[in-house]
Structure formats: structure tokens, C-alpha cells
């Protein structure tokens, strides 16, 4: 076989591929059979809801690949909703100083979660599951049960604002550029090849000269600035800031991340597969709510598809073993004694 | 002669488009020790995973005793009484010593539970039968790759079996040990079981073995008594040609200081360590297992920190555990553990061979598809790396090929001071010298070179001088002209004077 035909098979074949046609297949199928999902206003919906999951799925992914995880990205996006709501509060009416300092208080507590794992060594699943508490807990000491909701009209309204034109916001531009940061960093760098080496071999990656623990550390403080910045914009999409703002969404991002083909034991995966299915799970959803699906058996759908994509890999490759193994080793006669 | 004890016949093995085994035929009687030789990539281990029941051959037949049987997965091999000490280690890290011997047969005690005494005992007994005192109870994880290899040995050897296949157990051995392994083998051998010893040393096939076959490219070439042959014929057999001096050290002008190592102590590991490696210089780091060679070229290199003493290398010091600055700096070290330290498994030859360079290879910070592909082929070649593709994942190149993608990875950053743990480990004998001859090249540029070798041979052959470590301390620094087996080995058994 030559080597393009070869590429092009692996490529097709690919969980890439498999997530980006699913899409496609939703998306096509849910507008052909249900009312509303070929409407703008449907995808501008479907887009708005990608959002935050997007920009904090982009570093979790590199997270995942370093063999990491962080959970705590929600409540750190409900911190900074709080924070925001409380800076407002106390006057401070710039809103490009109130990102900067939303921005740097994420940064702070990703970094927080670098320190206690790869300062003190500690799995980073225990320590996030820790900080997620922990976060919302503090986002309920600084705004409690209130809801801070009096933003001016233009700050709220320019973050949903659309792509003259179209009815797609501006922000998935922002979206995409940082995506293709995030994907050039991953697949196209020294830094990427790095990622994919410690998250497969940390022994390895050392003996190399990468500094596994460096690393890691200032992943976990960017995966805090972008939840902080996914905080920003919920908060202005919702005009509204309150401790309780996006709980759970942790699940959301590490199911996109998962199903779009990053192996939780790191050291596999890529963002394409991701970004497609944040795409897949956000169409899916808002498709199945539209046709009036219930939302618990979404939360089973959801939940379902994030099993499979775990353990499809792995009963694929089980299977294929069991056929190898399965064929008889048939005592041909050999010509050769 | 009577039936053979097991036999294979007209087995081949494909790995997709890769036929690693092709019409391939194997005897093994009772009471004999047969050599199996080969060219790294040959399908020796191919072959030893199909008698483990690791791998199902595609075709042929596999007869014990005269009657086929089907080997579907290790334990029917262990049923059968094979027992197979492979290649690469494969100890649980987590587990003891001890547990890693018994694993999946511990001694019982009443109602199922483990005899934890007794398995203790019967390990240390075990380790002390090669020579090799180890800790039944410490964890796997961190063992040298020379006590993990150990730590296998004893696992076949618990097994009693009456097939005992060792795929290259003595590459990470040196001489005392090997000679304890051959004592319990023969002794083995003598009782009735058939051993299958693969090595790249012939020394060391003539010595323990009667019968010799030889693999080329996946299939038999010829199986004969080892008194008929002379390693000359092997080699010629094995390679398809004459492969000529083995250990070319060419003199090369000595220059100025490059790595000074002053004082240098672990504690626990090594004490008070001091040398000197010029320019131009191959200087040898012997001793026995557990010496502490790898652990002081860790520290050197800064994957492993210590406790006091410092490195310099062309008069700068080194920070202390900065693997980084030490790259930066010049250094390089191939490490002794290739599957653990020296490579990542999953990813491809290409990623692997230029992982310490890969920021050398960017243009406008970017790596772009073709560039390590390019890097890593250059050196692919001049090492004879025989991998079907450069993107295809390390783990499925052979243990040689393996270790010529590590030393190419650590070649082309073009070091100014070259560590090498063991460079030949796995290697055959035409990549060998090629490897001696890189070796003594780069010195003639005036890189400097620490060699930790427990291949006497190659010792002798390649350094200037030759440092040997007993128990964590340097015990002999023993000038070329002067250097022989015996005065190397007294230094590393606790003999020898300092010289
Ligand atoms: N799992 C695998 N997938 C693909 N190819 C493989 C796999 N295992 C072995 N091979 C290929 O089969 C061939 C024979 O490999 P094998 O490990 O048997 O060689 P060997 O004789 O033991 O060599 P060495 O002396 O280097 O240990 C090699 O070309 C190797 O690349
Ligand atoms: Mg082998």
C-alpha cells in the first residue's frame, strides 16, 4: 500500500473524522425532522451555549493530554462571576480593568491548583475536586444568595452581539482565533511536543530536559484565566452575576474533551476532535430540547455518549485482538524440512 | 537424537505489513542450552513472545513432547512449563520485590492467603543463588534496569520449568553476574530442562551453549553444534557479510577539561565522587550491578538531584537537578533504561529521535510536518534503524532498534560532553561497531565521553581510561596500557588498590 493512501485511510478512519460527520449528521437530520433547528436563531442559541464550554475545553484538553485533569474550571468560573458582579458594585466602571483583574483572579486560582499538584505532588483530580468546593464556597462568601444584574445595557449587549449580518455572536470569533492559538500550540510546537511526551512517559519527558513540573503549572494557570474569561462573558450574556453561575458545567467541558477523542489517561487525543464535539453535544442538545425531549433523558443521552466515547476505543481494539488471536494457528504443512 | 522437548515448524508472524517471522523452525531438547542469534530486527523475540503465548503465530506448528499444542495465552505457556524471561522487564512497580517474583502463584496458606514469610524467604534465596542480594521488600519501581532484569530471572528461575527461554537477560549484566546466571543455567541445563539463550555477546553463546541457530531478516538460517562454528562463521551468517573490527577506539588528541565532576554524593547511592573527562577523552565508568554508575550519570545530568560535590562542564557549574541547563550546557545522556528513560513508547521514531532538539528544528517557533521527519531520518539511517515507517510508534521497533533510536536521539544534539549508559545494550554486532565508531569520532572532535559499560570488552576496547566504582565509591582510575580483565574486575569486586 503506498504511504498517501495509508495517510488518507487513518485519516478518514480517525476519531476526528467520526466526531466531525456526527455533527454533520445531526445537524443535517435534526433539520430535516425537527421544527426550529434549521432556524438562525436556533444555531445563534446553539453558539452562545458553546461558548464558555469552548474556551475552557480548549486548555482542559491540554491538561487532559499531560495525563492531569482540573474540575474545578465551574467554580472558578462562578468566583469570577461573583467578583465581577462585586467589583461592579463597589464602582469600579472600566470594564476592560474589570477583565484584566477577572483574567488575573482566575490565572491565581489555576495557579493554585498547579502549586498543590505539582508542588506537592498531589493527584490533580483530588486536589480540583477540593478547589471546586472550595471556589464556590467563596463565590457564595463575597455575593451570598444575591444576584448582581444592573450592568449597562452596551456592555451586556456587545458581548451577544452578532456578526453583522448573520445572527451568529462576534464572540465566536474570539472563539476560533484562540482556538487556533491553542491547536498551533498543541500540534505545531516544540511546547505541544512536550505535552504529548510527558503525558505519555513523565520519566521520559524529564530524561528529555522537558520540565514536567513548570509546565504543568502554568497549564493549570491558564486553564484558570479562560475559565475566569468564560466567566466574563456568562455573566454579561446572563446580565447577571451570581454564586451559583455555571455550576456543573465541569461535566460538560470534560465530557466534550473526552468524547472528542483525548484519552483520560493522557497522552492521546487532539483539539479538532474536541472542538467538534463541543459542536456535537451542543446541537445535539438544544435539538433534542426543541423536540421536546424531556431533560432528564438528555442528561442520560449526554451521559451515555460520554461512556461510549471512553470505552468505545478500547472494546474496538479488545475486539479486534480477540479476532487476531481467534484465527487458528492452522498447522500447514511446510515445504521447508 | 530422541524428540526434541518442544519444537516449532514453519511458524511465520506478520505486525501488518511487517513479516517478522517467515517459515521459521526451532528444536529444543532436554538437557541442552541453544543459542539463538540474530541481527537486531531478525524476529528473535517475535519468536520467544510466540513460545510465551504472547503472540499466536499466523502459521506453522508448535509440538511438546511430539503432540501439537496451542499456546492462546501465557499462563497455557506457564501450564506447559515454559518459562520466559523477556526482553524488556516487565516488573509492577507498586509491588515488592518479592510479590513481583510469585506474581499470580504465591504460596498459599490455609484458606488462600499468601504466605508473605515464605515468599520472602524463597526470594531472597533466589536473588542470592545469582548473586545479587535485593530487598524482598522494597517496591520494583526504581530497581536499576540491571536488578529488574534480576528480579526477572528469579521469576523464570521460581518457576521450575523444563523450557527456560531467556531473550538477551545478560544485556544489563556484567561479568560476575552473568557468570552466576550461566552457573545456575547450566546447573538447570544438566537437570534436564532445555534453555533458549539469546545474546548479542558471542562470548557468552559459546561459552553456555552446545547448539547455536541462526535467524536472518525472519527466517532460519541454520542451526548447528556451536563446536562446529567460530564467531567469524556466525557473524558472517547472522549479517550476510564480514564485519570487521569489532572495537575501533581510534587515538584521538586529548584537550582540555570538559566535565569535572568534584565530590559528588548521594547519599544512599554514592559517595565522594570526583574524575575528569577531557576532550578527545572515552572514559569508562565499570563496576558491578549496584555500584552506583547510572545513579551517579543521572546526577551528572541533573534528572537526579544530590546531596553535595558539583559539576562543571568547560568550567561553568551546572545548577544542581536542572536537566534542562544541562542540555543547554552540552550534555547528553543516554540512559540506561530505554523503555522507561530513554523513549516514549507510544509515540512515533520521528517524535522520539528529535525530542531534546525539537526547539532547534522550528522555524518562526513552528514546527512544520516535514521537519523532524527530515532530522530523524538522517540519523535513522546512519544507525540502520529498521522501522517500517519513522511514524509508526517506537513500541513496535525491536529492542536494538530501539536503542539506536535513543542514541540517535542524543547524537544529533551534537553534545559537547556525551554520557552513555550502556549504548550497546541490544545492539548486534555490525551496529555495535558502528556505534564504536560514532563513539570514538566524536571524541576525535573533541566531545568528551563517559562511557557505563558492564561489557568488559567493549571497557577495554573503547576508553582511555577506565574509572570502576565499587559500593557508591570510586575505586580504581586505571590508565589505558594498564587496564586488563583481571585488574577491572579486582577494583569492581572490592580488591583492588587505589591505582
Ligand atoms: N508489535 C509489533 N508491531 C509491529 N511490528 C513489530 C512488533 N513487534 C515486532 N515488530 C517487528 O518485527 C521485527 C522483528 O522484531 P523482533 O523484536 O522479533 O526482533 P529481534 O530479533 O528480537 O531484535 P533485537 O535483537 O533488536 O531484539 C522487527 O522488524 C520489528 O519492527
Ligand atoms: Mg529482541
Known sequence: MSEPAVRVRSALGSWDAIVLIAVVAVAVVGALTIDGVASPRFWRFVTLEAIPIALIALPMTLVVITGEIDLSVASVLGLTCTVMGQLWVWGVSSLPLIIALCLLLGAVLGAVNGLFVTGFGLPSLAVTIGTLALYRGLAYVVLGDRAVADYPAEWTNSAIAPIPGTTIPWMILVVAVLAVAFGVLLHATPIGRGLYAMGNNAEAARFAGISVVRTKFWLFAATGAMSALAGVFWTLRFASARADNGSGLELAVVAAVLLGGVSIFGGRGGLLGVIAAVALLGVLRNALQLAYVPANTLTIITGSLLIASVVGPNVVGMLRERLRRRRPATPTPSAST | ?499
Open chain 2, 1 to 499: 537424537m530422541a524428540t526434541p522437548l518442544l519444537a516449532l515448524s514453519g511458524v511465520s508472524k506478520s505486525f501488518g505489513a511487517v513479516a517478522a517471522l517467515r517459515d521459521v523452525r526451532l528444536e529444543l531438547y532436554s538437557g541442552e542450552a541453544h543459542a539463538l542469534v540474530g541481527e537486531n530486527g531478525a524476529g528473535k523475540s517475535t519468536l520467544v513472545k510466540i513460545l510465551a503465548g504472547v503472540h499466536a503465530p499466523d502459521q506453522g506448528t508448535l509440538t511438546l513432547d511430539g503432540r501439537p499444542v496451542t499456546l492462546g495465552n501465557p499462563a497455557d505457556a506457564r501450564a506447559a512449563g515454559i518459562a520466559v524471561i523477556y526482553q524488556e522487564p516487565t516488573l509492577f512497580p507498586d509491588l515488592s520485590v518479592a510479590e513481583n517474583i510469585f506474581m499470580g502463584r504465591q504460596p498459599l496458606r490455609s484458606l488462600r492467603r499468601i504466605a508473605s514469610a515464605e515468599m520472602r524467604a524463597r526470594a531472597i534465596e533466589l536473588c542470592e543463588r545469582l548473586g545479587v542480594p535485593l530487598d524482598p521488600d522494597r517496591p520494583a519501581r526504581g530497581l536499576s534496569i540491571a536488578d529488574q532484569q534480576i528480579v526477572e530471572i528469579a521469576k523464570a528461575l521460581s518457576l521450575d520449568a523444563r523450557v527456560l527461554v531467556m531473550d538477551e537477560p545478560t544485556a544489563a549484566l556484567s561479568g560476575v553476574e552473568v557468570e552466576r546466571l550461566f552457573t545456575v543455567a547450566r546447573s538447570l541445563r544438566d537437570s534436564g530442562t532445555a534453555v533458549l539463550f539469546i545474546s548479542h555477546r558471542f562470548d557468552e553463546v559459546f561459552a553456555l551453549c552446545q547448539r547455536v541457530t541462526v535467524m536472518r531478516d525472519g527466517r532460519w538460517v541454520s542451526t548447528d553444534p556451536a563446536a562446529d562454528l567460530s564467531v567469524d562463521e556466525v557473524v558472517r551468517r547472522m549479517v550476510g557479510r564480514e564485519v570487521t573490527s569489532l572495537f575501533p577506539k581510534e587515538p584521538a588528541t586529548v584537550g582540555e577539561p570538559r566535565l569535572e565532576v568534584r565530590g559528588l554524593t548521594r547519599h544512599g547511592s554514592f559517595a565522594d565522587v570526583s574524575f575528569t573527562v577531557r576532550g578527545g577523552e572515552i572514559v569508562a565508568l565499570a563496576g558491578l550491578v549496584g555500584a552506583g554508575r547510572s545513579e551517579v550519570s543521572r546526577a551528572i545530568f541533573g534528572v537526579d538531584p544530590y546531596d553535595a560535590g558539583q559539576v562543571c562542564v568547560d568550567g561553568k557549574r551546572l545548577p544542581r537537578g536542572d536537566t534542562a541547563a544541562a542540555i543547554e550546557a552540552g550534555l547528553a545522556l543516554v540512559p540506561e533504561d530505554r523503555r522507561q528513560q530513554g523513549l516514549v513508547m507510544e509515540l512515533s521514531v520521528e517524535r522520539n529521535a528529535t525530542l531534546p532538539r525539537r526547539w532547534a528544528l522550528t522555524r518562526m517557533g513552528l514546527l512544520f510536518g516535514g521537519a523532524e521527519r527530515r532530522a530523524a531520518g538522517t540519523w535513522a539511517e546512519r544507525l540502520q534503524v529498521k522501522a517500517a515507517r519513522l511514524s509508526d510508534a517506537v513500541s513496535t521497533l525491536s529492542g536494538g532498534n530501539q536503542q539506536k533510536v535513543v542514541l540517535a536521539k542524543w547524537l544529533a544534539t551534537h553534545p559537547r560532553v556525551l554520557i552513555v549508559d550502556e549504548p550497546t545494550r541490544g545492539i548486534d554486532v555490525g551496529t555495535k561497531s558502528e556505534v564504536h565508531r560514532l563513539l570514538s569520532r566524536l571524541a576525535g572532535d573533541g566531545v568528551a565521553v563517559l562511557m557505563v559499560s558492564s561489557e568488559l570488552p567493549e571497557v577495554l576496547g573503547m576508553a582511555d581510561r577506565v574509572l570502576v566504582m565499587h559500593e557508591g565509591r570510586l575505586a580504581a582510575d586505571i590508565p589505558r596500557d594498564r587496564a586488563d580483565e583481571e585488574s577491572v574486575m579486582l577494583a569492581a569486586t572490592g580488591q583492588g588498590g587505589r591505582s
